[in-house]
Each structure stands twice: as C-alpha cells, then as structure tokens.
C-alpha cells in the first residue's frame, strides 16, 4: 500500500523559508513523477510545481516561480519543496502527489496517490 508522508509545515513570518519533504516506505516517490498541490479550505487543491523522475524537468505555478523549488532525492526516495520569500497568500495544506503517467501534469486528475497534507501558515 502506497503511503505519502509530507513533513516540514509550520508556522513562519513573510519573508521567510520553510522546505517541506514528502516520503514513503517503498520506492513511489523514486519511481514517478512527482508534485506539490495545495489547498486552502474550501477550495479546489491548486498545483504548485511538478518534477519529472529524473529529477531534470520541473514545472511550476506562475504564482510560486522564482520563490519555490521542487527537488527530489531518488537515493533516500524523497521529494522536497524549498519555500522561500514566504508569503500570507501562501498559507495553505500543502499535498505531495505522484503520477504514474509521466509528464508534468498540472491538474489532479494524473495523480494516483496523495499524501495527507502539512500545514503551511505564513504570518503578515
């Protein structure tokens, strides 16, 4: 059974960083491509960025460019997101996602197997 951990959620001022991990036991995160949603309460989950199995294509939401970056670790089956310039916008559940289907998806529907969320609050 395929369990996503995200981990590495908080609380932060704007300005500042948090980087948030996503794991499991087996070898999904090292085997697929890769995403980072997230979703305030009540509202659809909006993707933030996507990485390919290699680890060499990366796509992201033009609202997180230039301040995120999705990274991922095959060796320790790990997939990162690097926050940076935080901002109160950004407070959110943020999810890793994996597809089997290769690509860069940026809707849900690819995604096969979600993990249960961490907490990002950025405080004004």
């Known amino acids: 059974q395929v369990r996503l951990t995200e981990s590495g959620g908080g609380l932060v001022q704007a300005g500042g960083s948090l980087r948030l991990s996503c794991q499991d036991s087996g070898r999904t995160v090292s085997t697929n491509t890769m995403a980072w949603f997230r979703r305030d309460s009540g509202k659809e989950r909006e993707f933030v960025a996507a990485i390919s199995t290699s680890g060499i294509n990366k796509q992201y939401a033009d609202s997180v460019k230039g301040r995120f970056t999705i990274s991922r670790d095959n060796a320790k089956n790990t997939l990162y997101l690097q926050m940076n310039s935080l901002k109160p916008e950004d407070t959110d559940v943020y999810y890793c996602?994996?597809?089997?289907?290769?690509?860069?998806?940026?809707?849900?529907?690819?995604?096969?197997?979600w993990g249960q969320g961490t907490q990002v609050t950025v405080s004004s």
């Open positions: 996602a994996a597809s089997r289907l290769g690509g860069l998806p940026m809707n849900r529907a690819p995604y096969d197997y």
